[in-house]
């Protein structure tokens, strides 16, 4: 079955520092990958996916994250921390264009002054 | 603008009522979603439907029921049937027929639900 993990369900840094949050996957085939991001009593938006183009992938915000074939992992990083990063952090998977999404169990993300 | 609306942003019941959580969206999608969130646990899918008339059961269904009558509209009920009723749901659509893959899921802004 597939599955994503995200290390770590909360994780904070000084406002200014990077960013990282961890993400591995299993999936049978190559699969198509997303972050996610959510604030307080808000539903989630996009913040980048993956679907078999450059392994790097750039989103929203200044985000961006790394697919990892040989590692099963999709990484996300931001290089300099905002106060307005605080939030919740999904990651999710699909294997395949007809697949259902699944989700990560997230990564709160908090922020120092 | 397009987008999805969820009402009420809060809801509360006694044990023991069924109730109906609204989800609207004017994004010409296709497909939509229900899932529960709860703290640590993520997103699990309760129901989905990828055209109108037609749904299916996610990975958590009892207790819940959905109808999908207009393309636009897709309520769900959390019936007494449900043992742990009270979580944050989140309606979500997708221009994907295909039910997620490669499309985006757009969320509405969600419904918390208490019942005591």
């Known amino acids: 079955a597939q599955s994503v993990t995200q290390l770590g369900s909360h994780v904070s840094v000084s406002e200014g520092a990077l960013v990282l949050l961890r993400c591995n996957y299993s999936s049978s085939v190559p699969p198509y990958l997303f972050w996610y991001v959510q604030y307080p009593n808000q539903g989630l938006q996009l913040l980048l996916k993956?679907?078999?183009?450059?392994?790097l992938v750039k989103g929203i915000n200044g985000f961006e994250a790394e697919f990892k074939k040989s590692e099963t992992s999709f990484h996300l990083t931001k290089p300099s921390a905002h106060m307005s990063d605080a939030a919740e952090y999904f990651c999710?998977?699909?294997?395949?264009?007809?697949?259902?999404?699944?989700f990560g169990s997230g990564t709160r993300l908090s922020i120092r002054p | 603008d397009g987008g999805i609306t969820q009402s009420p942003k809060y809801l509360f019941r006694k044990e023991g009522q069924n109730v109906t959580l609204s989800c609207e969206q004017n994004?010409?999608?296709?497909?939509m979603y229900w899932y529960r969130q709860d703290p640590g646990q993520g997103l699990r899918l309760i129901y989905y439907s990828q055209i109108v008339n037609d749904f299916q059961k996610g990975d958590i269904a009892e207790g819940y029921s959905v109808s999908r009558e207009k393309k636009e509209s897709f309520p769900l009920t959390v019936t007494s049937a449900q043992k742990n009723p009270t979580a944050f749901y989140l309606c979500?659509?997708?221009?994907?027929?295909?039910?997620?893959?490669?499309?985006?899921?757009?969320f509405g802004n969600g419904t918390r639900l208490t019942v005591t």
């Open positions: 993956y679907t078999s183009a450059a392994t």
């Open positions: 979500a659509s997708s221009i994907d027929p295909a039910g997620g893959g490669t499309g985006t899921l757009h």
């Open positions: 994004l010409n999608h296709d497909a």
């Open positions: 999710a998977v699909s294997p395949s264009s007809a697949s259902k999404i699944i």
